[in-house]
């Protein structure tokens, strides 16, 4: 079984990745610098929490949060009807998109990409094509491999508290394949101890550059930050603003 398939996404994902509500402001922020004022029809890939979905929601556009989690699915629906928002949800495969150039917009946010073979996250860009209308653009944002690389340490552990729990993260990167396995140990209170085990590929830029021009879509930006700073090696983040042809 694929580590995304397991219980992660089920039980422990709110806890272990969920934003903090600062961090999601200006998340959003950084979302509307790219969104015409009109409405939009906007695809949230991997929509987790529903929290930028629910979001952009509120700002007038029609977004549609794309889900492989049965679970997050729900709760998003349930937070969009406590809300008063009009959300379509979508519980799938990112491998299986089939939308026909329906959306002015789709974004993969927090590195939601990239949990698969190579041709498989090829066909993960292609689907994104083949959901954009002619003209629409494609946001992705991912974690800078180069910034993590410098000084990487395969034998460091980290421990965090979060909410009452204590939380250890370890990490390995594989040279041949360009993933990144983490290996996550929840101790909740009570002494209940859980092991989690994600594996990511990390892209380089030209690697991506080729795979969106592959997938059929040109990069116009790329950028180091949520602040739009100028990418380079030790950048925190990677975005690429990338539009299919009109």
């Known amino acids: 079984m694929a580590w995304y398939d397991d219980d992660y996404f089920e039980e422990d994902f709110f806890l272990l990745e969920e934003p903090t509500d600062l961090e999601t402001i200006a998340h959003v922020a950084f979302l509307r610098s790219f969104l015409e004022e009109e409405a939009r029809e906007v695809l949230d890939l991997a929509c987790g929490s529903g929290r930028l979905a629910l979001a952009l929601a509120r ?18 629906r349930a937070e969009a009807k406590a809300a008063g928002q009009s959300v379509e949800t979508v519980c799938q495969d990112m491998r299986a998109l089939a939308f026909e150039a329906r959306f002015d917009f789709v974004l993969s946010f927090l590195h939601s990409f990239g949990y698969f073979r190579d041709e498989e996250n090829l066909g993960v860009l292609r689907g994104v094509q083949r959901s954009l209308k002619p003209g629409g653009r494609f946001l992705l944002d991912l974690a800078n491999r180069e910034s993590l690389l410098h000084d990487f340490d395969r034998h460091a552990r980290r421990w965090i508290v979060k909410k009452g729990n204590y939380i250890m993260f370890r990490r390995e990167m594989d040279p041949l394949t360009g993933r990144l396995d983490s290996y996550v140990t929840l101790l909740r ?15 380089a830029y030209p690697e991506l550059k080729l795979m969106l021009q592959q997938a059929g879509l040109g990069i116009l930006e790329v950028y180091g930050s949520y602040e739009r700073t100028p990418y380079s090696f030790s950048s925190p983040r990677m975005v690429v603003l990338a539009e299919r042809a009109g």
């Not at 700002?59 to 998003?76: C, K, N, Q």
């Not at 209170?189 to 892209?203: C, F, K, M, N, P």
């Open 59 to 76: 700002l007038g556009h029609a977004v549609t949060g794309l889900d492989l989690s049965p679970r997050i699915i729900e709760r998003v």
């Open 189 to 203: 209170e009570g002494g209940l101890a859980r092991e989690h085990t994600t594996s990511v590929r990390y892209y």
